[in-house]
């Protein structure tokens, strides 16, 4: 009986065929453009000192297939400093990222969300890294260890997007880097 049961199973699956099994359909009360508050973001940003340093780096967001979500990355000239995704949360109303941040040996990961608040995209993240990685400070041990972060980009116009980028420490936020908490996005020149 049981072999019976298997068998006719295994045809279910094999005549439904590749599609059926994974059908999303979509409602009338499904977000028509959840993506459209953030895409402000999208294109390529050249990042530096808001006070008119030269970039140091490159910011890349870029649709996927149908903009089912965004492609994200930071880029010194062509080589990836971090790579990732954000996608929509439907349960959540944001979008959930996570980031590949060591592009050499996949140790150190970031994960969080991102979310529109008082028009600026925030981007909250808990980096994990393995046992024996480190971002400048000591090694982490057995255990792994974590960080918090946190990029605000607050777009000023078509062009330019407000960033700061700060890190979590025991005595609160503060810039993750010198002039962290003042730097600017231009767009790239294509």
């Known amino acids: 009986m049981l072999r019976s049961v298997l068998l006719a199973a295994v045809l279910a699956l094999a005549t439904a065929g590749p599609v059926a ?5 979509v409602g009338q009360t499904a977000a028509s453009d959840p993506y459209a508050p953030y895409s402000f973001l999208v294109g390529d940003w050249n990042v530096g000192d808001a006070s008119g340093g ?3 780096v490159t910011l ?4 996927a297939h149908d903009k089912a979500y965004l492609k994200y990355g930071a880029y010194i000239g062509q080589e990836p400093h971090f790579e990732g995704v954000m ?12 980031v590949a941040m060591d592009m050499e040996h996949g140790l150190v990961q970031e994960r969080g969300s991102v979310s529109i608040i008082d028009g600026a995209a925030v981007r909250d993240s808990l ?3 393995s046992e024996g990685v480190s971002a400048g400070g ?6 792994g260890a974590t960080s918090r972060t946190r990029q605000t980009m607050r777009p000023i116009d078509a062009d330019h997007i407000a960033l700061s980028f700060e890190i979590e420490t025991p005595s609160g936020w503060k810039p993750a ?5 003042h730097l600017l996005m231009t767009r790239a020149k294509t």
């Open 21 to 25: 099994a994974h059908e999303i359909r």
């Open 54 to 56: 030269a970039a140091f």
């Open 60 to 63: 890349r967001f870029q649709w």
């Open 87 to 98: 996608m929509w949360n439907g349960a959540h109303h944001n979008l959930d990222a996570l």
């Open 127 to 129: 980096a994990t890294y």
């Open 138 to 143: 000591p090694l982490a041990g057995p255990g």
């Open 177 to 181: 880097m010198p002039g962290g908490d």
